[in-house]
């Protein structure tokens, strides 16, 4: 265990599912991330929580939508995806929003869209 | 440009060999950090060492080793006497601010594969 827990570690969903993915940490950080993992392409950030704040990458899509309840619970809803979504998606967290703290991952979750 | 190269995307030794894997990068900042993570099978990346632009000395943790050298952009890390264990993609990153707030640009990882 990471200190980061991510539900499920895998997920196989049709394009006209809906689907949730959650993270969650108890290690008192106050910034969380969804990063994208695909086979042969740097790491992608998706989404960050910072004290409550979201920020995210313009680059994307809409099927993808994040919620964060509070600062210990992150999650990513899908809904109609594509195959080319399938990957490797990734939750971090950090004490705060800065990146010289280095970041706390969680296993992933793989998934394959059918 | 903010960018991380890691020009090796494979490397293949046997247990108890040495190993460099290359990190060069490239930012527009006079401050910033650099890292290196570990992806084991398991998926998790793994947190192995931070280094800001101001510190150049070389450090040591066991068998491994970071060499920082600002004069050509490169963080190379080595794996003294490899292990199975060692088996996994490391991540080269550096830290960078953007539209996004503070954020890291990964360099693309090498995957290293120690056999026995």
């Known amino acids: 265990e990471t200190g980061v827990t991510q539900t499920p570690r895998h997920l196989v969903m049709g394009m006209t599912n809906k689907k949730s993915l959650k993270c969650e940490q108890h290690?008192?950080?106050?910034?969380m991330y969804w990063y994208k993992q695909s086979a042969k392409k740097p790491l992608e950030l998706m989404f960050v929580?910072?004290?409550?704040?979201?920020?995210e990458n313009n680059s994307v899509p809409s099927r993808f939508s994040p919620e964060c309840p509070n600062s210990s619970h992150l999650f990513l809803h899908l809904h109609t995806l594509q195959p080319e979504d399938s990957a490797l998606y990734l939750c971090?967290?950090?004490?705060?929003?800065?990146?010289?703290?280095?970041?706390?991952f969680g296993s992933g979750t793989r998934l394959t869209v059918v | 440009a903010q960018k991380v190269t890691q020009a090796q995307t494979e490397i293949s030794v046997v247990e108890k060999e040495d190993v460099t894997l290359d990190c060069v990068y490239e930012?527009?900042?006079?401050?910033?950090?650099l890292f290196w993570y570990k992806q084991p099978p398991s998926g998790e990346l793994v947190f192995l060492i931070r280094?800001?632009?101001?510190?150049?000395q070389n450090e040591i943790s066991g068998r491994y080793s970071w060499n920082f050298q600002k004069s050509t952009s490169s963080f190379n890390f080595t794996i003294t006497a490899s292990q199975v264990v060692d088996s996994a993609v490391y991540f080269c990153?550096?830290?960078?601010?953007?539209?996004?707030?503070?954020?890291?640009?990964f360099g693309p990882g090498t995957r290293l594969s120690v056999l026995p």
């Open positions: 971090a967290s950090s004490p705060s929003g800065e990146t010289i703290y280095g970041y706390t």
């Open positions: 290690l008192g950080h106050n910034a």
């Open positions: 929580y910072s004290l409550e704040e979201r920020v």
């Open positions: 930012t527009r900042d006079t401050t910033y950090y």
């Open positions: 280094r800001n632009s101001f510190d150049e």
């Open positions: 990153a550096l830290s960078v601010r953007d539209n996004y707030g503070q954020n890291f640009v």
